[in-house]
């Protein structure tokens, strides 16, 4: 039973235009959301978060967004770069534990 | 900013071997830590939560005789894979919350190790 979705598994964005990551959810316990930056052979890497009593997150050129009654998150990174170029992965906590999505690779071409 | 380690990065290993993953916290002390593994095109799933002087907290689905976890110390956890199989071979990921800093979320500063990698032939 999958808790936290990323339903597209890849997207391809052009430099300098947005890309959107979405994040899906089914349980209504969680208070806490988090992305992560993932490249390969590395662990994850935190990237940013956002609290259920929020709706909105920004830090710098990202910023995420809660919809909670739709139980749905999004990454949104804009202007997207090259380097931006990995796998994200949303993540939702209750607790000290955290549950991943399964990734979605964005690739960022010039 | 804080770092963790793993040992080793890759390991290929006959099947009925068993295995052992280090997790180091490299600059500050951990007295839990997390082991999470990850099989292709799928998410990191949390296997189970160790603890420094105490047992580990399992999830569920996850053998305990299977993956056994040591946490020897505050920088050190250790998860041993027990009578290797194919099915086991996976990306092992460990992370460290480096703790409440600053009113800072615990989730927010869990810091993960690069992953190991075990293939078992």
């Known amino acids: 039973d999958q808790q936290v979705k990323q339903n597209s598994p890849s997207l391809s964005v052009q430099e300098g235009r947005i890309s959107i990551l979405n994040c899906d959810y089914t349980?209504?316990?969680?208070?806490?959301f988090l992305w992560y930056k993932k490249y390969p052979a590395e662990g994850p890497t935190f990237l940013i978060s956002?609290?259920?009593?929020?709706d909105k997150n920004e830090d710098g050129r990202f910023t995420v967004f809660l919809n909670k009654s739709a139980k749905h998150l999004s990454l949104h990174i804009v202007p997207s770069q090259p380097g931006d170029s990995a796998v994200y992965f949303c993540?939702?906590?209750?607790?000290?534990?955290?549950?991943f999505g399964t990734g979605t690779r964005l690739q960022v071409f010039p | 900013g804080a770092v963790v380690s793993q040992h080793p990065s890759w390991v290929i290993c006959k099947s009925g071997t068993s295995v052992k993953i280090e997790c180091r916290s490299l600059?500050?002390?951990?007295?839990?830590m997390f082991w999470y593994r990850q099989f292709p095109k799928q998410s990191l799933m949390l296997m189970a939560t160790?603890?420094?002087?105490?047992?580990?907290?399992?999830e569920q689905g996850v053998e305990k005789d299977k993956f056994l976890i040591n946490h020897a110390s505050l920088t050190l956890s250790t998860l041993t894979v027990t009578s290797a199989h194919p099915e086991d071979s996976s990306f092992y990921i460990c992370?460290?919350?480096?703790?409440?800093?600053?009113?800072?979320?615990?989730?927010?500063?869990?810091?993960f190790g690069p992953g190991t990698r075990l293939l078992v032939l």
């Open positions: 956002i609290s259920s009593i929020k």
């Open positions: 600059d500050f002390q951990a007295t839990t």
């Open positions: 349980n209504s316990m969680f208070d806490y």
């Open positions: 993540a939702a906590s209750a607790s000290d534990k955290l549950i």
């Open positions: 160790s603890n420094e002087g105490s047992k580990a907290t399992y």
């Open positions: 992370s460290a919350p480096v703790g409440l800093a600053g009113g800072i979320p615990l989730q927010e500063t869990q810091y």
